[in-house]
């Protein structure tokens, strides 16, 4: 079986539109998604459409929080605040009931699926580095983590002497004796210095982790926020992939 | 036949439709209405029926007895007319169809039912004693709960079938956050997430709702009751 995880599509459709193109060519059997489907970019309902019908497995992230209103943005910079509102007018009634169905967490055989960490999924903490690493490691179930929600696809090993290393994201095939927390990047706002949307496929069989990077019409993609009124630095980045 | 409603705190405590010529209303047990409150008299006031037409005396009670909100020495009652006596309001209904409840003496008068308005102050003062035990407003589990009491601590409270949310809700084709309730600075609101019609409160689907005290908020076959505690 072979799974491709995207993460942080971030309402770019264009992005996510190639993504579920190149999946055609992948001969995948499913597809799961780690939530942040909306916020930032400026086509949140049809992304919203896509994933309901090409995702199995549809998680929480922090930025459907913020649009079911769980969350208050006052934490948020002046710029995401500004986002969050814009998406919270835009989405609709059936765009809200379809969130609210979205998980928290996943588990599939030694798999877990999660938006951000493993250790209190909704307070929605980054993996960065080796410390929060390891509270992920402590309360994950299974050998390998899929998460999402810092955009950066990386890949952190945990030895059974509990030896904790990471790497940038690259393909590479788990070793029976170490358990793994893999970010997958973010198909919708890249942030890694690759502006080509990000993602990830297992094959469960095979055991490989294989990273697809993939271009897509950036500046339709631009052109579309400008149009939309959603702040300059959030369709600049696109370009940078920052 | 002239009804009077027994409301405490807008709850209807009683619906008492009589034949009597004369009602006695106090704190005491000998009193045709009793109403067990500090600020109601032993021999708080009188309505007495004459042909159509109802007369509320007051007994020179200590805290007065109000007709719509103006303090009243003696008054006639028009239909619909509000009595207010300590904590209790007594609604006026000038011609009842008939007996509204069981519990009818021989004399044809409802007779107000103690123990049953005991019970309710009972349940009333346990509800005072969980706001202050939480220090805020509560839902208590009434039908299909999982647990019999949630504090609602938390600026947003989510409710659903989801295994993530804080009130665990049960029922058929329900939202994992079916409804949120947000603490605001005018009250609470109860909002609607997830799929339309599974959030109710008294029964009736809304979209948003400010909650009232003792209001019961149905989430799917769930159900609870919303007990306001001070405002934070």
């Known amino acids: 079986m072979i799974f491709a995880v995207i993460s942080d599509i971030h309402a770019n459709l264009e992005a996510l539109e190639a993504v579920l193109e190149d999946l055609r060519s992948q001969h995948i059997d499913t597809v799961y998604c780690l939530g942040d489907v909306v916020g930032y970019g400026c086509d949140p309902t049809r992304c919203l459409e896509l994933v309901v019908e090409h995702c199995d497995i549809r998680l929480m992230g922090n930025h459907e929080y913020y649009a079911l209103g769980l969350i208050s943005n006052d934490y948020l910079s002046p710029v995401a605040r500004q986002s969050a509102a814009w998406t919270q007018e835009h989405l609709t009634e059936e765009d809200i009931e379809t969130i609210s169905n979205f998980e928290m967490e996943a588990h599939l055989a030694d798999i877990h699926l999660v938006h951000a960490s493993p250790f209190e999924p909704e307070s929605w903490r980054y993996i960065l580095a080796t410390q929060e690493a390891q509270r992920a490691f402590d309360c994950m179930q299974g050998t390998i983590c899929f998460y999402g929600h810092s955009h950066l696809p990386m890949i952190f090993s945990c030895s059974t002497e509990g030896e904790i290393r990471h790497q940038v994201g690259h393909d590479f095939q788990p070793s029976d004796d170490k358990r793994y927390l893999v970010n997958v990047g973010s198909v919708g706002q890249p942030r890694d210095n690759d502006p080509k949307a990000c993602y990830a496929l297992f094959d469960a069989d095979a055991r490989t982790v294989t990273y697809r990077r993939v271009a897509y019409d950036i500046e339709k993609t631009q052109q579309k926020m400008k149009a939309a009124g959603v702040p300059e630095l959030l369709v600049e980045r696109l370009t940078v992939g920052q | 036949m002239p009804e009077i409603i027994v409301k405490y705190e807008d709850k209807v405590i009683e619906r008492i439709v009589t034949e009597k010529k004369r009602i006695s209303i106090g704190r005491t047990n000998d009193n045709d209405i009793v109403l067990e409150n500090r600020g109601v008299s032993r021999k708080h006031a009188m309505i007495e029926f004459n042909d159509n037409a ?48 069981d519990g009818s003496d021989m004399d044809g008068t409802m007779v107000l039912n103690t123990k049953k308005q005991k019970k309710m102050l009972e349940a009333d003062k346990a509800e005072r004693e969980l ?29 659903g079938k989801a295994k993530f949310v804080h009130v665990k809700a049960r029922g058929f084709m329900l939202s994992g956050i079916q409804a949120k309730i947000t603490r605001e600075p005018e009250g609470y609101a109860l909002v609607n997430l997830g799929r339309k019609g599974k959030t109710r409160v008294n029964g009736e689907p809304i979209e948003r709702s400010w909650l009232k005290n003792g209001d019961l908020v149905t989430v799917g ?10 405002a934070q």
Do not use: H, W
Request: net charge negative; glycine share 10%.
């Open chain 2, 54 to 101: 109802a007369v509320i005396m007051d007994n020179e009670s200590l805290n007065g007895t109000f007709v719509n909100n103006r303090k009243v020495g003696e008054d006639v009652l028009r239909d619909q007319d509000v009595v207010t006596i300590g904590k209790y309001s007594l609604v006026y209904n000038c011609n009842a169809s008939g007996p509204a409840d």
């Open chain 2, 131 to 159: 706001v202050a035990k939480y220090g805020g407003s509560v839902l208590l589990g009434e039908e299909n709960s999982e647990f019999a009491e949630y504090a609602l601590e938390r600026e947003v409270t989510t409710i």
């Open chain 2, 221 to 230: 076959k769930s159900t609870f009751k919303f007990v306001e505690g001070e």
